[in-house]
């Protein structure tokens, strides 16, 4: 398995005498440099010249590779594969309408909390720890958030008779073998959760929404404010890869099925993540969900897995799959060089 997350040798590579505001430059070209191209070391050797070549390296930092990789030649390059997950390195064209599962070339399988979103580490006052923010401030708006989410689970969602289900995915029969009695249950509602969320997804969750709009809005963006933007870096990274033809996005979270749906509804998520695509590893673990992924979109295809957890390293390790870590905002930075150069 490739770990897409380095340490950090910007402290190295830097001059002496840089002065310390320049040392944010020196970092974020670093992780630039060896995340893309060790991704690109395990495929082809002309593909990371070209990435190497590519990026804006600071004077100070042309040694470092640049002489041990010489110039791109001219052959065509070969396609590399990974226990069975074909990597190809080529330009992916846009298309109008989705293929069929057994025709996607490349999966992106996503964390939810604190890698596409900062929900869980505000409630917990970690976030504020680390970056140095007003902890107060961060619980607050966890809580806030916390209440619109299970607010809209229960109204319009039916996490009320869900709750104790641990739904896997949205086609799961609710009764499954797990000992609940579920007498009392209507069983219409499974069907309910994709109607609803396909009405509401992109723009037209703000009719869902009512009289709480305004406070939905003024919430989301002070949490944007408050995590430096991190949604926005997240979501452009979604963005990019749903606009590619082929490729799809596939979140994989601990967090129960209904609120992890109602998360991406409220975060403005919807529009590039269908709810066929959503799973909850609550109860089977996230390595198994993984398999369940590959069971349904097959072993042609390749597989990138993202996220900040041990949970999702230790599943894409066992299956092989590179993982890129999500820690800070320069990871989101560097995985989008990454993407609009078309390296993964």
Not at 285 to 297: H, L
Request: hydrophobic fraction near 40%; aromatic fraction near 10%; charge should be negative.
């Amino acid at each position: 398995m490739v770990v897409l997350a380095p340490p950090n040798l910007f402290l190295l590579t830097a001059p002496c005498n840089v002065r310390y505001s320049q040392l944010v430059e020196y970092e974020l070209e670093c992780i630039l440099l060896i995340q893309v191209l060790t991704y690109l070391a395990m495929c082809n050797i002309d593909a990371a010249a070209y990435a190497l070549n590519a990026a804006n390296v600071p004077p100070s930092l042309s040694g470092f590779g640049a002489a041990s990789l010489m110039a791109p030649s001219t052959r065509t390059r070969e396609p590399c594969y990974l226990k069975n997950h074909k990597y190809t390195l080529k330009k992916n064209k846009k298309c109008s309408s989705p293929a069929p599962d057994h025709n996607f070339e490349r999966i992106f399988i996503w964390d939810l909390d604190e890698t596409l979103i900062i929900f869980h580490s505000l409630l917990t006052a970690t976030f504020a720890q680390r970056f140095g923010k007003d902890s107060s401030r961060g619980v607050q708006l966890g809580l806030a958030m916390e209440n619109l989410i299970f607010s809209m689970a229960d109204l319009s969602f039916f996490f009320n008779d869900l709750e104790d289900c641990d739904q896997i995915h949205v086609d799961d029969v609710v009764s499954d073998d797990n000992g609940i009695d579920l007498s009392n249950y209507n069983f219409s509602a499974d069907g309910k959760i994709k109607e609803n969320y396909n009405a509401f997804r992109g723009p037209n969750i703000s009719s869902l929404m009512g009289s709480k709009r305004e406070q939905w809005l003024q919430l989301r963006s002070e949490i944007e404010q408050y995590t430096d933007n991190w949604h926005s870096y997240a979501f452009k990274a979604l963005n990019h890869i749903s606009s590619r033809c082929n490729h799809v996005n596939v979140l994989v979270t601990t967090t129960q099925l209904v609120p992890a749906i109602v998360k991406t509804l409220l975060y403005g998520m919807s529009g590039v993540l269908d709810v066929e695509n959503i799973y909850s590893a609550s109860k089977i673990g996230k390595e198994e969900c993984f398999e369940r992924i590959i069971q349904r979109f097959g072993r042609k295809c390749s597989y990138v897995c993202v996220g900040d957890g041990k949970d999702e390293e230790q599943a894409a390790k066992m299956l092989d799959m590179p993982f890129w870590r999500i820690s800070t905002h320069a990871d989101f930075i560097a995985m989008l060089q990454a993407l609009e150069l078309d390296y993964i």
